[in-house]
């Protein structure tokens, strides 16, 4: 019976939550974290994200990284994850913090009830199992030494409740390995009744005319009541008008004008609004006095709305007014400065002025007048509304190297402003040397092993609290490599991208070094070493072949991965004759030519009209031939004129894949004697139009055709030709996407055409039949909402036409789509490359449904709306996009989303980059330079960068022979250099600026020229000057230079 009732009991429990949660927004909800290290050697497939939200908390836009004591600091901000999965935590062989499934919710207990036991619910999972403990009024409750206290599955059961032992506020404590947390407070109320006062009550004497207020007096109670009055005896209850009023604040009856027929008694009954419970008070008589009846007088106002009433945004608001009076007052109700609400009511003759589902903007104050004859009188008081705190941005899950730096931040809404504290592991978090709390931030700087913990943020005003919450993970490990990144050889074609992949696992992160034989590889434009590690090489050519070797180091260790580069001419493709028209019984061969890089194989493959041609099943009318390595020839035999139609030479090598086409028409001959002046055409089409020519044959050859025959049309008749190529399509979910060639009008036989699509669930009976009938259609859609992804169908398309039904096409078995992706790619990072690049990366999670085909990047200004995103596509597994042509120094905002042929995805996130400044525009200036043999010694004034240009890094000095296009590079951070020329010739020599967003304008041309490369034998050298202005100056200057450089 026990675990009967316990059941039924979570279920409604569970169901109030969901409605009440659902009536009003923003009720407090606790959510979980947890900081810890990684240990050796474990796994971590669950959390190959750095960043990741916790099953109950909503989105989180990235967030900016202020400077802390004026060094520049890098803060690890959350990015969204809409949707975690579900199996990560069903998974027991992941070890993770306790994460709430149901807290405590507030709870009435009746004193008389006869269920003698109270249940404040409490479950958490969690990898080791959580345990749990409970406090009252922020002190451990000890379960142990009291037999009232029992915990079942973490819920708390009280036999015996007491009032005076039990109220109060509840909170319960989830714990296990990695810390605990702490669930909302739940309060415990009783609800009862006591009884008025026995004694009798004074008899109210009054005049008639005169108004009275009757003193109802309640018992003690709670929690509220509802006021009624009895006249004389029960149930002949008090009606109430314009002249008598019940108010539900006081429980007072007010009478304005008192009545010969109000004398009588009058009995105060009230209700508890929890239990039902009723008490009635001891009668109060009201008389009327013999001397006389009271005049008239204005309004006196005895009961009225407080001067501040708060109320809760989304409740209804009930404020009373009510005056004694003769003659009875009228009551009239407005908003000072305003109109009153269009959803207001007046209830009880207009005491009450009720405001349904009050808003911020029905705040303010509203006055109530009552008026007679005699005068009137008012009273104003003020309406404040008020929110419960609202999260606007929580907390995720996030995993850190140690000595990284967390930032985490959670904000909230509400009325007043919500302010925030913190916990670790259910207790106070206070600020230390490493750690600040600023508004709803929490930073630590250096994370470490004593960070670890469960984490809770708290947002509160005087009106409720909610709490957010993250899991954060410190990782440490030597660098290691997955298996498919190990030692390959890549083969590409000239002018293709390169991506060597390099991707090793580690914490902290790994710093990433590149060689290509021995020597370190220097990013330029062309080579790139992307932000998660791998190397791109644009427009690829023979010198980028060879051997490169990508190495990680963290503290713990290193690993190196190699990878070799061959570069290859790209292949073309000869396919002929071009176009060819035949008769049928004709044979023809097409032959298919590579001109390719004679290291690498190639294979032909033959296509007709699209589709693959199989030589098995084509009763030998195809031969593939090949000749040669470098071709392939196709026979085909005794053509038909279902033979017509579209070849296709396709050649794939190792690095490449083309391809060509040639058309082949078939035409139809009929031979008959030379005295024959008629011929009969057979075994014709039904319902195709002809034209016929005749021509003249001996021995001698074949004469000129006649001129067409006026075209004719044969008779309609059943259709004999089944759709080819049935099969499924990708749609979204629930839907059966069915596709196949279209039959094409010569062999439709008569108007009408249109095509069955017959289909049932793989293994069942009864076929259940579409008609589609557009003849050009290809594709039809079915769609079922029972129908889970990638259930099998059985599946045929016939065909018919207004002469009766043909016949159906092999049966083949469809999937139903398996739908759109639903999960935001995660981990999402903009890097600015340049003035006009950005680089944008990310991680997908791996779905069994809704597998993306690709990656849509949009981005947009900062100025501009996001509906004004310009947006590009990436194919296949691509997890990183340059984008470029960008404006200089702008802030852009980007997201990704998933794409397949169902349709897209949410969208990531929206993470910000600001395009570099743009580079110097100035030009090193005044250069000047000695050369000294094949030394060449130089010097420049420093280029001053204009404000909106990027700073300069340092300065390259290009040189080249002249004649050369290819220029060799010196990079220093000084204005001066000194360039080794090595052959004999003429040199050109440029100097520009390096900055940010990339090199600067380059300086006017130095020629020099470079002799046998050995010592100078003269003391003499000249110093030449290369100024910026429009004249040039060669000074002869007697110097003592020595044989080195200057």
Known sequence: MWLSWKLLLF??????????????????????????????????????????????????????????????????????????????????????????????????????????????????RGNPTPTYRWLRNGTEIDIESDYRFSLIEGSLIISNPSEMKDSGQYQCLTTNMFGSILSREAVLQFAYLGNFSGRTRSAVSVREGQGVVLMCSPPLHSPEIIYSWVFNEFPSFVVEDSRRFISQETGNLYISKVQTSDVGSYICLVKNTVTNARVLSPPTPLTLRNDGVMGEYEPKIEVHFPYIVTAARGTTVKMECFALGNPVPTISWRKVNGHNPSKARLRKSQAVLEIPNVQLEDSGMYECKAENSRGRNVFRGQLQVYTYPHWVEKLNDTQLDSGDQLRWECKATGKPRPTYRWLKNGAPLWPQSRIEMISGVLMIHSVNVSDAGMYQCLAENKYGTIYASAELKILASAPTFPLNQMRKTIIVTKGQEVVIECKPEASPKPTITWKKGDKVLRENKRITILPHGSLRILNASKSDEGRYLCQGVNVFGSAEIIASVSVKEPTRIELTPKKIELTVGESIVLSCKALHDSTMDVTFYWTLNGQPIDFEKEGGHFESIKAQASSADLMIRNILLMHAGRYGCRVQTAADTVSDETE?????????????????????????????????????????????????????????????????????????????????????????????????????????????????????????????????????????????????????????????????????????????????????????????????????????????????????????????????????????????????????????????????????????????????????????????????????????????????????????????????????????????????????????????????TSAQSTLHVLSTSSSSVTLLLALMVPSTSW
């Open 11 to 124: 279920l409604s429990l569970t169901g109030c939550l969901s409605d009440y949660s659902e009536a009003v927004p923003g009720l407090p909800t606790s959510y979980a974290a947890i900081l810890r290290i990684k240990s050796g050697g474990s796994s971590l497939a669950s959390f190959n994200s750095k960043n990741r939200p916790r099953l109950s908390s909503p989105s989180l836009g990235s967030v900016s990284s202020p400077g802390w004591r004026g060094a520049t600091q890098h803060y690890h901000s959350p990015t969204n994850l809409y949707h975690f999965s579900e199996t990560f935590k069903h998974d027991e062989n992941v070890d993770y913090g306790p994460v709430f499934v149901q807290e405590p919710d507030d709870m009435i207990f009746p004193t008389d009830s006869e269920e003698k036991k109270v249940s404040l619910n409490c479950q958490a």
């Open 664 to 1016: 082949l028409l078939v035409r139809v001959p009929d031979l008959i004697s030379g005295d024959m002046e008629s011929a009969m055409a057979v075994e014709l089409n039904p319902w195709v139009e002809y034209e016929f020519r005749v021509v003249a044959t001996n021995k001698i050859g074949t004469g000129d055709p006649s001129a067409p025959s006026r075209v004719i049309r044969t008779n309609e008749a059943v259709p004999k030709t089944p759709p080819a190529n049935v099969s499924g399509r990708s749609g979204r979910r629930h839907e059966l996407v069915i596709a196949w060639e279209p039959v094409s009008e010569e062999f439709q036989s008569g108007e009408g055409f249109g095509y069955i699509v017959a289909f049932r669930p793989n293994g069942t009976r009864g076929w259940k039949e579409k008609m589609v009938t557009s003849s050009d259609a290809s594709k039809f859609i079915y769609r079922d909402e029972s129908v889970p992804p990638l259930t099998p169908f059985e599946v045929k398309v016939g065909v018919y036409n207004n002469k009766g039904d043909g016949p159906f096409s092999p049966i083949v078995v469809i999937c139903s789509a398996e739908g759109e992706p639903t999960a935001a790619p995660i981990d999402v990072k903009a890097t600015s490359l340049s003035v006009s690049e950005i680089l944008v990366a990310w991680k997908h999670i791996k779905e069994s449904l809704g597998r993306p085909q690709g990656f849509e990047v949009g981005y947009w200004k900062d100025m501009q709306q996001e509906e004004a995103a310009q947006k590009v596509k990436t194919e296949g597994n691509e997890s990183s996009i340059l984008l470029t042509g960008l404006e200089g120094n702008t802030l852009y905002h980007l997201t990704v989303r998933a794409y397949n042929a169902a349709g897209y995805g949410p969208p990531s996130t929206a993470v910000h980059a600001a395009t570099k400044k743009s580079p110097p525009s100035q030009a090193p200036g005044n250069i000047m330079w000695i050369q000294d043999g094949s030394h060449v010694s130089l010097g420049w004034e420093p280029v001053r960068p204009l404000a909106n240009e990027s700073d300069v890094m340092g300065y390259k000095v290009l040189f080249r022979q002249e004649g050369q296009s290819n220029s060799q590079v010196i990079e220093t951070q000084k204005t001066s250099a000194v360039v080794l020329l090595p052959d004999v010739g003429v040199y050109i020599i440029e100097v520009c600026a390096v900055s940010e967003g990339g090199d600067g304008t380059a300086s006017p041309q130095i020629r020099v020229p470079s002799f046998s490369g050995g010592k100078v």
